[in-house]
């Protein structure tokens, strides 16, 4: 069973950045297309972003060219650079594979964009 723990999170500015981090246990993460999602209380977990086992990428349009996502294979990790950070970014982020997520969901990491 492949666990997932995020982390990175924080309170920011408008206008900040973070980073966050996404460390998976287990021989196949190399395998698997993986994802950030979102999910802010009362609504449904929504995709932020994908990277490809091969590394390509794609956005939400709300998030194109303010964050990029990126993996480490040898360290099993994926990441989310978060620039240009709006207060309609707030929200608990999750890692897991592409397609809704196949693996058991983490904790999650709090993301709150406020001045």
């Known amino acids: 069973q492949v666990q997932l723990v995020e982390s990175g999170g924080g309170l920011v500015q408008p206008g900040g950045s973070l980073r966050l981090s996404c460390a998976a246990s287990?021989?196949?993460?190399?395998?698997?297309?993986m994802a950030w999602y979102r999910q802010t209380p009362g609504k449904q977990r929504d995709l932020v972003a994908h990277i490809t086992s091969v590394g390509m990428t794609n956005y939400r349009d709300s998030v194109k060219g303010r964050f990029t996502i990126s993996r480490d294979n040898a360290k099993n990790t994926v990441y989310l650079q978060m620039n240009s950070l709006k207060p309609e970014d707030t929200a608990v982020y999750y890692c897991?594979?592409?397609?809704?997520?196949?693996w058991g969901w983490g904790q999650g990491t709090q993301v709150t964009v406020s001045s």
């Open positions: 897991n594979t592409g397609g809704g997520g196949i």
């Open positions: 287990g021989s196949r993460f190399s395998s698997y297309g």
